[in-house]
Nanobody, 115 residues
Framework: QVQLVESGGGLVQAGGSLRLSCAAS????????MYWYRQAPGKQRELVAG???????NYADSVKGRFTISRDDAKNTVYLHMNSLKPEDTAVYYC?????????WGQGTQVTVSS
């Protein structure tokens, strides 16, 4: 079955960087669009970044120029490189894939940015 496991979250000061990882099993990341979402307390889950099978990428306006989505096909893993972090980036970050039989989510990883 499909499993997505996120890691790499933590506590960082404003202006710092983190790299989140999403290790996938039961599916091939290079064959499917993959997404990172985030959900802050009291807010709706929002799309942060996506990468297609042809490695085209898209980003939310709030993270453009600061975040980069990438993948390592050999490791079947998708990454979210986050630079110049702001307190408003604090959220639980989730990896997502949409397959023919439905959408799958990881358990999430907490990112906390202190001011």
């Amino acid at each position: 079955q499909v499993q997505l496991v996120e890691s790499g979250g933590g506590l960082v000061q404003a202006g710092g960087s983190l790299r989140l990882s999403c290790a996938a099993s039961g599916m091939i990341v290079s064959a499917n669009p993959m997404y990172w979402y985030r959900q802050a307390p009291g807010k709706q889950r929002e799309l942060v970044a996506g990468i297609t099978s042809s490695t085209s990428t898209n980003y939310a306006d709030s993270v453009k120029g600061r975040f980069t989505i990438s993948r390592d096909d050999a490791k079947n893993t998708v990454y979210l490189h986050m630079n110049s972090l702001k307190p408003e980036d604090t959220a639980v970050y989730y990896c997502n894939v949409r397959l023919f039989n439905g959408g799958y989510w990881g358990q999430g990883t907490q990112v906390t940015v202190s001011s």
